[in-house]
Structure formats: structure tokens, C-alpha cells
């Protein structure tokens, strides 16, 4: 009789996906869009652009007064958006 080792398939998804080399942007894909999840729709809706530059997200917020509040607070967005991933995906968030 064979033993065969039997993996949850999730498992085997996380291997091939970091295998293949595309963990890393399914991961800062889901943090941009996890910013409308954990700031929530009012911050959400003065928000234009979003991307990841050499992990530090960059978002870039029509309202001065928010946009400075926002840069007040860019560790604690730091850490609830890498949370919300579940995995260090981002070092720090630039609002401009």
C-alpha cells in the first residue's frame, strides 16, 4: 500500500503561487484594495490613485485637511492594512 501525503488545497495554492513568483502582487493587489476596507467610505471617497512603489504605498487624497491627518497616522494605516492581508506586504504608506 502507497502512503501519499495529502495537503489541504490552499496549501498547495500558496506553494504554487509562491513558486511561480506571483505572491508578492497578489498580495500588494489586495492591499490596495483593502485601503477602502480599513479607512472606510468617507476617507475612500476623497481617494484618486493608489499604488505600491518599492513597499511603501502611495495615495494620493484630494482633501488637504484629510490628507494631513492621514500623513499623521501612516503607521497605524501601515499596520492595519498589512493586517487586513494578513502578511508584511507594505513598510509604510505616503499620502500626497
Avoid: C
Avoid at 501601515?78 to 500626497?96: H, P
Amino acid at each position: 500500500m502507497f502512503k501519499r501525503e495529502v495537503k489541504p488545497i490552499g496549501d498547495l495554492l500558496k506553494e504554487m503561487l509562491r513558486k511561480e513568483g506571483l505572491e508578492t502582487p497578489l498580495l500588494q493587489r489586495r492591499i490596495v484594495d483593502a485601503w477602502d476596507v480599513v479607512t472606510g467610505h468617507m476617507i475612500s471617497s476623497y481617494t484618486r490613485e493608489k499604488f505600491i512603489r518599492n513597499q511603501v504605498l502611495h495615495v494620493k487624497i484630494d482633501n488637504p485637511a484629510l490628507r494631513q491627518d492621514l500623513s499623521m497616522m501612516h503607521t497605524q494605516l501601515t499596520r492595519r492594512l498589512n493586517e487586513a492581508v494578513g502578511s508584511s506586504v507594505i513598510s509604510d504608506v505616503r499620502v500626497y
